[in-house]
């Protein structure tokens, strides 16, 4: 079993570092390879990057900086590929800005070890009042809690949160979306492949983690990718109708 942990970082100089040190020396048991993507940064993520990669022999690491900015999405798109190209058989998503927690990489890895899920979310909304305590902007939370709402009612699934950037994923799963590399670039990623995922039958598990929101700028900008992610379940709606849920399904008979 070949595990990546699959690193977006884009202007995390501060942070970057930081956030390295905490990904597990061993992942459900394994030796992860550790794929850091800078995204064409103007600060000096990349080299700092590279600096921790020598200090750590004991990883796989090898990181890229990107000669021009794909987005939040074709960064993951250029790592997923990256994994794949390197036989990973489980593809870690981490944030350089350190927003979530890569020392809980075991719990995310789990199910999809244990054969049990295909996908699995990271989910701030599971555990009661954990996100205001973590500091997520009330409106955040307001409008993660009703556009997830409305997205579990237009694709019949039943996830807590649609938000999260802390997932794992069975590599196999993510090559077997057809337009993999047609979805889009920006920060809508999350909530289209989500989408393609339960399109395809396949299983999202989810596992609580903790809220942090830290002096860091969020670079996400919330009315546009909300109505970007809106626009993408009513397309799902409109050609598939509510199927799918987070323990799998079966395609809608029109599909």
């Given at each position: 079993?070949?595990?990546?942990?699959?690193?977006?970082?884009?202007?995390?100089?501060?942070?970057?570092?930081?956030?390295?040190?905490?990904?597990?020396?061993?992942?459900g048991?394994?030796?992860?390879?550790?794929?850091i993507?800078?995204?064409?940064?103007?600060?000096?993520?990349a080299?700092?990057?590279?600096k921790?990669?020598a200090?750590?022999?004991?990883?796989?690491?090898?990181?890229?900086?990107?000669?021009?900015?794909?987005g939040?999405?074709?960064?993951?798109?250029?790592?997923?590929?990256?994994?794949?190209?390197?036989?990973?058989?489980?593809?870690?998503?981490?944030?350089?800005?350190?927003?979530?927690?890569?020392?809980?990489a075991?719990?995310?890895v789990?199910?999809?070890?244990?054969?049990?899920?295909?996908?699995?979310?990271?989910?701030?909304?599971?555990?009661?009042g954990?996100?205001?305590?973590?500091?997520?902007?009330?409106?955040?939370?307001?409008?993660?809690r009703?556009?997830?709402?409305?997205?579990?009612?237009?694709s019949?699934?039943?996830?807590?949160?649609?938000?999260?950037?802390?997932?794992?994923?069975?590599?196999?799963r993510?090559m077997?979306?057809?337009?993999?590399?047609?979805?889009?670039?920006?920060?809508?990623?999350?909530?289209a492949?989500?989408l393609?995922?339960?399109?395809?039958?396949?299983?999202?598990?989810?596992?609580?983690?903790p809220?942090?929101y830290?002096?860091?700028?969020?670079?996400?900008?919330?009315?546009?990718?909300?109505l970007?992610?809106?626009?993408?379940?009513?397309?799902?709606?409109r050609?598939?109708?509510?199927?799918?849920?987070?323990?799998?399904?079966?395609?809608?008979?029109?599909?």
């Amino acid at each position: 079993m070949q595990i990546a942990v699959t690193v977006v970082a884009y202007e995390a100089a501060d942070t970057i570092e930081g956030v390295l040190d905490r990904i597990p020396t061993t992942i459900g048991g394994h030796v992860p390879s550790v794929l850091i993507s800078d995204d064409a940064s103007s600060d000096h993520t990349a080299e700092l990057a590279e600096k921790w990669a020598a200090r750590n022999p004991h990883f796989d690491v090898e990181v890229t900086h990107q000669p021009v900015n794909l987005g939040y999405g074709g960064n993951q798109k250029a790592l997923y590929q990256w994994a794949h190209d390197r036989g990973a058989d489980v593809a870690l998503l981490v944030h350089g800005d350190g927003q979530y927690p890569p020392e809980m990489a075991d719990q995310l890895v789990a199910p999809l070890l244990a054969e049990q899920a295909d996908a699995v979310h990271g989910s701030r909304m599971i555990l009661p009042g954990g996100a205001k305590r973590g500091r997520m902007p009330i409106d955040r939370r307001i409008g993660n809690r009703v556009l997830s709402r409305t997205f579990n009612v237009l694709s019949g699934s039943e996830l807590s949160e649609w938000f999260s950037g802390f997932r794992a994923y069975r590599v196999d799963r993510l090559m077997a979306i057809p337009d993999l590399h047609g979805l889009p670039d920006g920060f809508d990623f999350d909530t289209a492949i989500t989408l393609r995922l339960l399109e395809n039958g396949d299983r999202i598990a989810e596992v609580a983690i903790p809220t942090h929101y830290g002096d860091e700028i969020s670079r996400v900008p919330l009315l546009r990718t909300g109505l970007a992610g809106l626009a993408h379940a009513v397309e799902h709606w409109r050609r598939y109708g509510r199927h799918g849920s987070p323990t799998g399904g079966t395609p809608h008979p029109d599909r």
